[in-house]
């Protein structure tokens, strides 16, 4: 089997042209679909990223709020929730 760029060949302008008329509609529409199938998984990855996130800083803050209990050196800036 040979490989693929020996079984090319070059087109010139005309029928290049033609050719990337012939598949652009259909090269748009492939696009789109994957573009909306890649925006669900990035949607799931950034949720469980963001709620990743938010159980650790929100661990962290209970710590550190315990910590001030017994701690007067923890300042209020660092247990402010903003």
Known sequence: MKPLTASLT???VTPGSKL???VQQ???AILQLGEAQIEKSARAL???A???ADEKLSAELSRLEAL???NPNI???ET???
């Open 10 to 12: 070059r087109l010139t």
């Open 20 to 22: 990337v008329n012939a």
């Open 26 to 28: 259909d090269v748009h």
């Open 46 to 48: 950034i949720d469980a």
């Open 50 to 52: 963001r709620n990743e």
């Open 68 to 70: 001030r209990a017994v």
């Open 75 to 77: 300042r209020d800036d």
């Open 80 to 82: 402010d929730r903003h």
